[in-house]
């Protein structure tokens, strides 16, 4: 049985999606591509273009979208892992599963705080992140890519720490001021190390999340420097406005907005990145599992909300959850071009929807349908069982 599984997904083994209605390609320069099939080999893009354009012979299996929307697979930028597919923050199991019927393919972990009993000392911190980097790499819940060990970084932490850590394949920090390192300059240096390193970091912005947690306002974030400014519109309690506008003025990081966050501060993010033709730099997550729970559509919803309530086109908020995203983090997954990972969602818009067209329905607010979700060339799920209904769906045809 495994055998067989290795022999259709191995070497050589060719899917071809023909019959797509719209697709995106997660890139904010031209978010909709001029195409209709795609070519996927060995689990890779292999070819985009019209199907008389592309050599579809000897595929082993062929998809027919239907005239449904393709898109690459959504990237959460901000979760919190723990222990596969459970979370003790509200002691849940199937949380990732249920993400991946929302459309979300990859997760980076901001920290693996909710581990019980969390050590904070440093020793306890390297062994921690190093066994959920390992627990996930070898992994995935679901078949959903969980990109995790990700320490918090604690007062007596040295350089040798970050290089040990990132000798043992850690590449990233989680958020910084979740542990003992709330003030600018230490942040500052450790951040500098890991990245020194080879470790990509995220700091907490705003109010404290939950009691013990703290705030961390503009000056550390920008002191701190770190490359991705978490939850910039709050972890809930997001920072006042002004604040916020000189994290886009002032930084050139990624500028994070999540679901469980504040929905106004996410606005006034917006609009600013986008007055300041900074649109690049916004990148979507979740920050689930907290204390607002576990979001299977978070990424879908913060979508919505900010092409509708936001008015953005839907195609170019749909970039800030994959192709943006994957630059800012160095993956092989996010934008469909040849070469990258094929990771796909099939959306459609929902049953009785006021909008025509998936684009036209995100855009007054209402959630996609997801027909299927795709990771590395292999369906993973058809018709989810979270969304609404989509409207037409994709059949597998062999
Ligand atoms: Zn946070």
Same mark, same amino acid.
């Given at each position: ?22 697709? /995106? ?332 067209? /998936? ?7 209402? /959630? ?31």
């Amino acid at each position: 049985m495994a055998h067989e599984e290795a022999a259709k997904t191995g070497a050589g083994m060719k899917l071809v999606i023909r019959n797509i209605g719209v697709l /995106l390609s997660g890139d904010l320069q031209r978010p909709i591509l001029d195409a209709d099939t795609v070519v996927v080999k060995d689990g890779r893009i292999a070819a985009i273009g019209r199907e008389k354009d592309v050599d579809t012979e000897g595929a082993v299996r062929m998809i027919d979208a239907n005239g449904t929307t393709l898109a690459p697979g959504l990237i959460d930028s901000h979760v919190h892992p723990v222990a596969g597919d459970w979370t003790p923050r509200q002691n849940q199991i199937g949380w990732i599963d249920s993400c991946l019927h929302g459309g979300v393919t990859t997760m980076i972990s901001a920290g693996e705080v909710h581990m019980p009993g969390r050590p904070k000392d440093v020793v306890g911190v390297k062994a921690m992140a190093i066994t959920a980097q390992r627990a996930f790499a070898a992994l995935r819940p679901s078949g959903v890519k969980v990109l995790a060990g990700a320490p918090v970084i604690e007062h007596g932490m040295v350089e040798e720490d970050f290089r040990s850590l990132a000798e043992a394949g850690v590449r990233l920090l989680g958020e910084v001021g979740l542990g003992s390192v709330k003030d600018g300059p230490t942040a500052r240096q450790m951040v500098a190390w890991a990245r020194k390193h080879g470790m990509q970091s995220t700091i907490h912005t705003g109010g404290p999340s939950i009691p013990g947690s703290s705030l961390i306002d503009k000056d550390v974030v920008l002191a701190a420097d770190a490359d991705v400014i978490g939850h910039i519109n709050g972890g809930h309690t997001a920072l006042p406005d002004a604040q916020i506008r000189s994290l886009c003025e002032e930084s050139p990081r990624a500028l994070e907005i999540v679901h469980n966050g504040n929905e106004r501060a996410a606005l006034f993010t917006l609009r600013t990145a986008k007055e300041l033709k900074q649109l690049h730099r916004v990148i979507l997550g979740t920050d689930a599992p907290a204390g607002s729970g576990v979001q299977p559509l978070g990424i879908l919803r913060v979508i919505a909300a900010l092409s509708s309530v936001g008015e953005i086109p839907a195609e170019v908020v749909f970039c800030f959850a994959t192709g943006n995203t994957a630059r800012m983090r160095n993956l092989d997954s996010g934008l469909m071009e040849v070469g990258r990972a094929a990771d796909f969602v099939f959306m459609d818009a929902a049953q009785h929807s006021a909008g025509k067209t /998936l684009l036209e329905s995100v855009r007054l607010g209402d /959630l996609p349908g997801i027909g299927m979700v795709m990771i590395d060339g292999e369906v993973k799920s058809e018709r989810s069982r979270n969304t609404p209904p989509a409207t037409r769906v994709p059949k597998v045809v062999k």
